[in-house]
Every structure is written in structure tokens, then in C-alpha cells.
């Protein structure tokens, strides 16, 4: 039994929505569609759905309403689907399509991958990525569990899964900085336990770093961006998922990446 939660914004036109509910009916997999409104958001429309049991959730949108809909079903038995509409290239890779129709294809087929997300303390999950709404050089400050890094950032994102990152481990955020001036970056509070040197280490550029957790501090708030939300604003803790997801994917899908 699948139940569809539908971004009407991301449809490129109203026909749109008809026509993937015609190609869903002709692959065998139509069900109850659904729409957020401001009277009753995705949150509130997967609670619905849940309490008529419905066995395979799907999203179909952007990063956005993925994101909203897999943050509820983290450590549930029911399957996560996900119909990409102008979405991340980081979603796509993440299911394997490059379009809607393969999208709905792999429904059908059901092959489910276990993932984990990334979550927010402020209750936000992401499937994917997460990036600091820096505008220019920035002053921030990473706690980790071992050690603090500050710096000046031109960029700060925050990865579950990236394609172009290899995974260390499934439960590993991922963190990358690009420094505005590598001169200015320093490492203090055990670095040394972290890299096996017995001297913090310094010049900072296009670096990255590892971690099941960990809080951004900025000099004022500074929002954190999935898709084009503003999902969440510092200082903010970030982890990952104790729990896991059980995503559709296609065949070609990267869930294999921290197996390669």
C-alpha cells in the first residue's frame, strides 16, 4: 500500500502531478496522494497515513519534503521512497535515477538499503547534506567529541552522503571546510588525539573532517541549509541517526559507498 506526499511547488506545471499519477497506475503502484497545505503540513500528513498502516511512504519533491517525511520514518518498519523533483544531484545519486520515471520504476521493484540520517537538535533530518549560509568570510568554531576546530570559513557543509566523499562508516558525518585564509586556522583541545601528532596542526584549506556528532558555533546566528530551507540556525548540534531508514533504491543507487 503506498501513500504519496506530493510538493505541488516543485511540479513544473499542474499537469505534472496527473501525469505521474498515470504512470504510477500504469506500473501497478498507484495509492492515496496527498498534499501539504498550511493547515496541515508533511509531518501531520505521515501521522495520517501511519494510522492507516500504510506499508511504503513516498516523497515526491525536493530535498525539502524528503528530508521532512524520511525524519519521521527513521527506525520504522515501513519503506521510504523518494520521486526526485528538482532536487539535489546528491538525492538522485543517493536512490540512483536521473529522472521521476526511473524514480517510480524502483518503487515497484522495492529493494530496500538501510541508511542513517543526519538530525539536528533543533529535530531537522537530512538524507544527504547540510550547509552554514555563509555570506564571505566567517568565524566559526567545530566541537567535536575529541577536539575543537576554529576558524575562518568561506564554506561548512555537513554530509551523511556525498558521492564524491568516501564513507569511513555508515554512522560518520562527514565535515568539510573551505578557510578564507589557511594561515588563520588553528586546531586546540587534543587535535594531536585525533591526527597522531603530538603538535596542533594548522593552515586549514579545503579540509575535511569526521565525526558522529558535533556542534557549530558562530558569532551570531547563522542559519544551516538543506536544499533552499533554512532548516535550522547556530550554535546547533548535529549528529547522527542511532536508528536507521529503510530506503527505496534503484539498482544503480550508491549505498554501497562505505563498502567501496
Known amino acids: ?41 508533511a509531518n501531520e500528513l ?17 530535498d525539502e519534503i ?14 521510504f521512497g523518494v520521486i526526485p523533483l528538482e532536487a539535489t544531484p546528491e538525492l538522485y545519486r543517493l536512490i540512483g535515477v536521473n529522472h521521476w520515471r526511473e524514480a517510480c520504476e524502483s518503487l515497484r521493484f522495492r529493494k530496500i538499503s538501510e541508511i542513517r540520517l543526519g ?12 550547509s552554514l549560509a555563509i555570506n564571505g568570510s566567517t568565524e566559526i568554531t567545530l566541537e567535536f567529541k575529541d577536539f575543537i576546530i576554529q576558524t575562518r570559513a568561506t564554506t561548512l557543509t555537513v554530509s551523511m552522503f556525498d558521492p564524491k566523499i568516501k ?6 558525518l562527514d565535515v568539510t571546510i573551505s578557510s578564507a585564509n589557511p594561515t588563520e586556522s588553528q586546531f586546540v583541545n587534543r587535535i594531536s588525539s585525533f591526527f597522531g601528532s603530538k603538535k596542533p596542526q594548522e593552515k586549514i584549506f579545503n579540509s575535511i573532517f569526521r565525526g558522529r556528532s558535533l556542534r557549530i558555533f558562530t558569532k551570531s546566528p547563522t542559519g544551516l541549509i538543506c536544499g533552499s530551507a533554512v532548516v535550522a540556525k547556530t550554535p546547533q548540534l ?7 531508514l529503510r530506503l527505496v533504491t534503484s539498482k544503480n543507487s550508491a549505498q554501497d559507498w562505505n563498502k567501496e
Not at 499537469?15 to 497506475?25: A, R
Open 1 to 41: 500500500m503506498y501513500y504519496y506526499i506530493f510538493d505541488i511547488k516543485k511540479c513544473k506545471k499542474r499537469s505534472q502531478v496527473q501525469e505521474i499519477k498515470d504512470y504510477l497506475g500504469s506500473l501497478g503502484i498507484a495509492g492515496e496522494y496527498t498534499y501539504p497545505t498550511a493547515a496541515q503540513n
Open 46 to 62: 505521515v501521522s495520517i497515513g501511519l494510522s492507516k498502516q500504510y506499508s511504503t511512504f513516498v516523497a515526491v519533491g525536493g
Open 66 to 79: 524528503a528530508n521532512a517525511v524520511a525524519g519521521r520514518l527513521v527506525g520504522r518498519k515501513e519503506a
Open 119 to 130: 538530525q539536528t537538535a533543533s529535530g531537522y533530518a537530512f538524507l544527504t547534506k547540510t
Open 167 to 172: 564513507k569511513i562508516g555508515d554512522d560518520y
Open 238 to 244: 548535529i549528529e547522527s541517526s542511532d536508528e536507521k
